[in-house]
Structures are given as structure tokens and as C-alpha cells.
């Protein structure tokens, strides 16, 4: 199989929701998943495993003796709180909070995979004031810390981010005074790409005048090689119209994307609206590419001189319009129009499709790259009419994914390919009018009955799903993640303090060993060797082979707080393979 065929066949199992296999891979009470990398805790350790590697090894750290050796002054007794806080390029960082009378909190970078013959070491330690809200994010130099913090007397909220050299321990703070929004992947999200600093946000900033029709994303970046509060760049994108209609914010989701074909960043909003009017909301799913030449400094002699008029331009312009209430003029299509090709429609008005509350949706994920939405939903199962075996709807787990698909062009009377369609009010084409979009079927995994299949393989694969937590148990805080790939989520009951997680993939080169097979059907072929978690056929972290596995611990590092040991999943024993 190589990368072309491997891409296809990943987005087409997630658009069709049919997964290649699904396992408990260990218990935590807390996880990140990025990257393809699962680091989640575990009683007193942090457990790193290489999920887009089929890892048979585990990093595992040891906390107390992390805390002990890592931060002078501090025993292994001292108490405390540790969680994780972000993983990105082989770094993983954590946060630490002394519980005393006065705040005290450091943040640590780990390098956990460098090399072949590199040693896993504590990059730095950074102590912080604030540990009530945190944010950080990283690459393989540098790290940013963000705090949200008071700016001067009039006791104004806003975010300041430290940055950090990981190898010269550099320190420059970056104060984002016009960054509205405090809700995390609600109303703002950060990101590090290609070693800038990215902020977004969709609420106005502090210091401009709202205006009623409209509405942007506001960006703001600076460069990690040398920040300079005076050389923060900002951008804005037209998001919508008020006109639109309503919006239910207790639905809408915010992150960065990275686009796996050009690299460069998307913003992924999902939202609820009651669009043009209707008596029904409905979610949709936008995607809007970052590609801006026009960043601008905040310096406010920057701000250009008025635009020139919109009437008479000529088809395709794109004009600036500025404000003079934002520090800096702005690039958007005049006419507010958003290419079908970003815009995602969801289900949730159709009759016929069941509709879940936000309570019953642990998980809202949209894939630019396959077109494709996934929600995981802990609801009642629907009654069937033909329920043979007799079993009872129970509450669990499942996945509803629906997609789009890009169809042939389409030919005009006269047998040519159609053009855009125009605008009414300007005369200008619709960017992207013409392509043909088809949706998909909304699906839902695992469906009520598999075809020709034992029940006692269906009631297993149920069992791993819903793991640990019968019909009758009330469960747990359901956490979930997903990427391109996979779908990360921790579940069990609530009287549990360490929850199951539990991995279902689409990704056929991602096979983990030991799983039971769902079906006799022959097995896939092998996965492709060196594929690392930065995408099909690039380098990434060690690959482990099946002679290198071993019980008990083995090291690779000098620091005694941190060895490999046998993956969990492997000693659990709860997987089946589709």
C-alpha cells in the first residue's frame, strides 16, 4: 500500500464510518491526543504512546520523581496537582501547581523521543503566578505560555503569552491587549504553525466599535524567532452577517487546523444557527483557509487611507476596507461570500435523521480533508422492529458521521462546463458556485444490527466501546479527541476515578497486534515501515519492532524519571480488528 492509496482509504473509511479496529488502550484519569501521539495519566505516571505507529512500547514518567528532580526546593511529598497541557514535535508539557496558602505553578517541557540514540531529558522549567487558566502550546524550539490576566488599573481581562526558547531558555512576554474571548475552542484558540504564534478569536476586540451587521475572525501572530510586542501582526476574515440569523454559542466549537495538502492553517468552526429565518437551527460545519498576505502591525499610523468606492469595480476585485475603530485595513471579498467548498452542512433540521441534544454529544469534530463530520453520542439506542435475540435498548456509545463528496462538472445545455453562478447585487462570479457537491449518507457506528455476525462479537464490540460501564451504571465525564485518523475518548463509571480509553481508528495502516478478528475475511496487508506521526511516508519518532518489546522496563535516557515498558493495550487485551 503506498501513501496515495493509504490517504484515500483512511478518509473514505472515516466518511463511510466503517473503521478498521477499535481497542481499550489503557486507563487514565486525564489524556492528550495530538499528533497522533496518546499521553494520558496514569496513577502516578504520564504514559506516552505512538498511536500512528502501532506502538508496542510505552514512555512512562515518574512523576514524583520528575517533580523532585526537575524543580529545586520541592521533595517528592511536597503536595500538589500535575496534569498535561499540550503535545507537539517530540515535547511534552505539563503543568505543576504547589497546593499552598501562596500560588505557585511551573511548567515543564519534556523531550520525549530525540532520535535514535538521543536521551529523553527536561528541556526547561518555567514557573508561573497564575494557575487558575493556562494555556500552552509548543514546537520542537520553542515554548508559549498563556495566561489570562489583568492589563493595567481598569482591571481589564486579557491574554499575555510567554514565550520561551526551549535551548537558550530565552524569555519575551507578548501582551494580545485587543484578544477578546476567555473560552477555549469556544471563542478563541491558539496554535503554533511553521514558528509563528497564531491567535484567533471571534469576538471584537476591547477597543473597536461593534458593528451590528457584521462579524470577523480576528487574527494575531507573531514570529518565535524574535517577539516584539511591536511587531505583533493582525489580521481579520469576514466570519458572517448578524443578518444570517441566531446563534445557539452553547454549540459552537473554534480550533486551528492544519491543512494536510498545502500545510497551511484552516480555522474549523462548528456552529448552530437558525440560518435566513428558519424555525428549525441547524449545525454547520465552516472551514476557512488562513491564507492572508496583509498582516499588520498595531502600530495605529499604520492604518491606510480609506478605500476607494465599491461602485464600478470590476469583476473579482477584492478591496480593502478599513475601520476606523481597527488599528489596521483589512483584505475580504466586498460581497461576503463564502465558497460552497467551506461550508458544511449538517443534519441536524432533517426529519429523518434522530437528533441529539448537547448533552448526549460528547464530541463535535469536523475533517476538512474528507469533508467529513463526526459526533460521538452517548444516547438510547433505537428501538428495532426485528429484534430477534431479544435484546433491550440500553444507553451507549456511538459514532453519527456524515459527509460530502465533490461530483464530475456539470455540463450546460450547449455541452460545455458551467461557470460560476453571478451575483445578483455586484455582477460578480460566486467563487466555487459551480462545483458540484453531493452529501453523503449519515451514518451510525456500530448500527443497531451488523450483518451476519455472531452476537456474542457484537455484544464484545459494544462491551469495549461502552467499556466497563453497564446499562445500569451512570458514567463518568466522557472526554473525547479526534484527528484525521483516529477517535480518543475515556469512559467508565462515575464512581471510577481512573476511566477506560478507547481508540477506534481508520486508518488501515495503523494495526496494533493481539486483537481479535471481527470477521474470518483475510487480514490487511502490512503497514508501510518509517511512517511517523507527522504524515504518510515522513520520518518521525523511533518505530519500535515486535523483537525490540519486552516485559519489565528498559531506558534510553540518563534521567532515572522516565523508561519504556510494555504498552498497556498489549496486557489488556480488549480489541477487535474489522
Not at 482509504?9 to 484519569?29: D, Q
Not at 438510547?380 to 463528496?405: C, D, F, S, T
Amino acid at each position: 500500500m503506498n501513501a496515495a492509496d493509504r490517504v484515500f482509504n483512511r478518509r473514505e473509511a472515516l466518511a463511510k464510518a466503517n473503521p478498521f479496529s477499535v481497542l481499550v488502550v489503557g486507563f487514565g484519569a486525564s489524556f492528550v491526543y495530538r499528533q497522533g501521539i496518546l499521553c494520558y495519566r496514569s496513577d502516578d505516571t504520564f504514559r506516552i504512546l505512538n498511536v500512528h505507529d502501532s506502538g508496542q512500547l510505552e514512555k512512562v514518567i515518574h512523576l514524583p520523581t520528575l517533580i523532585n528532580d526537575e524543580i529545586a526546593g520541592h521533595a517528592t511529598h511536597s503536595p500538589g496537582a500535575i496534569k498535561i497541557l499540550n503535545y507537539s514535535e517530540d515535547v511534552l508539557l505539563c503543568f505543576y501547581a504547589v497546593r499552598r496558602a501562596i500560588k505557585e505553578a511551573y511548567v515543564l517541557a519534556i523531550r520525549i523521543y530525540a532520535g535514535r540514540h538521543g536521551r529523553a531529558r527536561c528541556l526547561i522549567t518555567h514557573q508561573t503566578q497564575d494557575t487558575e487558566r493556562i494555556i500552552a502550546r509548543n514546537n520542537r524550539s520553542f515554548l508559549c505560555c498563556g495566561v489570562y490576566t489583568c492589563f493595567g488599573v481598569d482591571g481589564r481581562r486579557g491574554w499575555t503569552i510567554t514565550c520561551l526558547s526551549l535551548s537558550t531558555e530565552a524569555k519575551k512576554k507578548i501582551d494580545l491587549h485587543n484578544l477578546a474571548g476567555s473560552e477555549v475552542g469556544v471563542t478563541v484558540c491558539f496554535d503554533v504553525h511553521q514558528d509563528y504564534f497564531y491567535a484567533v478569536s471571534t469576538q471584537s476586540p476591547f477597543d473597536a466599535q461593534a458593528h451590528n451587521w457584521v462579524s470577523y475572525y480576528h487574527c494575531y501572530r507573531f514570529s518565535l524567532d524574535d517577539p516584539q510586542q511591536e511587531r505583533l501582526e493582525q489580521a481579520r476574515i469576514w466570519r458572517r452577517n448578524h443578518a444570517d440569523g441566531p446563534i445557539n454559542n452553547s454549540w459552537t466549537t473554534l480550533r486551528l487546523h492544519e491543512d494536510e495538502s498545502s500545510g497551511s492553517l484552516v480555522i474549523v468552526e462548528i456552529r448552530r444557527e437558525w440560518l435566513d429565518g428558519a424555525s428549525t437551527s441547524q449545525r454547520t460545519y465552516y472551514s476557512q483557509p488562513m491564507d492572508l498576505t496583509d498582516w499588520h502591525c498595531r502600530n495605529p499610523a499604520e492604518v491606510q487611507e480609506p478605500a476607494p468606492s465599491m461602485e464600478n469595480q470590476p469583476k473579482g476585485t477584492t478591496v480593502n476596507l478599513p475601520d476606523e475603530h481597527y488599528p489596521v485595513a483589512t483584505r475580504l471579498r466586498w460581497w461576503d461570500y463564502r465558497p460552497p467548498r467551506h461550508t458544511h452542512p449538517g443534519v441536524d433540521h432533517l426529519d429523518h435523521i434522530p437528533r441529539f441534544s448537547l448533552s448526549s454529544t460528547k464530541l463535535q469534530h469536523f475533517d476538512p480533508c474528507s469533508v467529513t463530520f463526526l459526533n460521538l453520542i452517548h444516547s438510547l439506542e433505537e428501538p428495532q422492529p426485528n429484534n430477534a435475540n431479544g435484546r433491550q435498548p440500553h444507553a451507549r456509545l456511538r459514532l453519527q458521521i456524515g459527509g460530502r463528496e465533490l461530483r464530475p462538472p456539470r455540463k450546460g445545455t450547449d455541452d460545455l462546463l458551467l461557470r460560476p453562478e453571478t451575483d445578483e447585487r455586484t455582477g460578480l462570479e460566486k467563487e466555487g458556485s459551480e462545483e458540484p457537491w453531493e452529501p453523503r449518507s449519515c451514518l451510525m457506528w456500530p448500527p443497531p444490527e451488523l450483518p451476519s455476525v455472531a452476537h456474542a462479537k457484537r455484544k464484545r464490540v459494544d462491551q469495549i466501546l461502552n467499556s466497563f460501564c453497564s446499562p445500569q451504571d451512570q458514567p463518568g465525564e466522557i472526554v473525547a479527541a479526534a484527528d484525521e485518523r483516529s477517535v480518543v475518548y475515556s469512559c467508565g463509571p462515575s464512581t471510577s476515578a481512573s476511566q477506560a480509553l478507547v481508540l477506534i481508528n481508520f486508518d488501515p495502516a495503523i494495526r496494533f497486534p493481539g486483537l481479535e478478528r471481527f470477521s474470518n475475511r483475510s487480514p490487511p496487508p502490512p503497514p508501510l515501515p518509517n511512517v511517523g506521526s507527522g504524515g504518510e511516508g515522513n520520518d518521525g519518532p523511533r518505530i519500535t519492532s515486535g523483537a525490540e518489546v519486552m516485559e519489565g522496563k528498559t531506558s534510553n535516557s540518563s534521567s532515572r524519571w522516565i523508561w519504556d515498558e510494555r504498552a498497556r493495550y498489549l496486557k489488556i487485551g480488549m480489541g477487535m480488528e474489522f
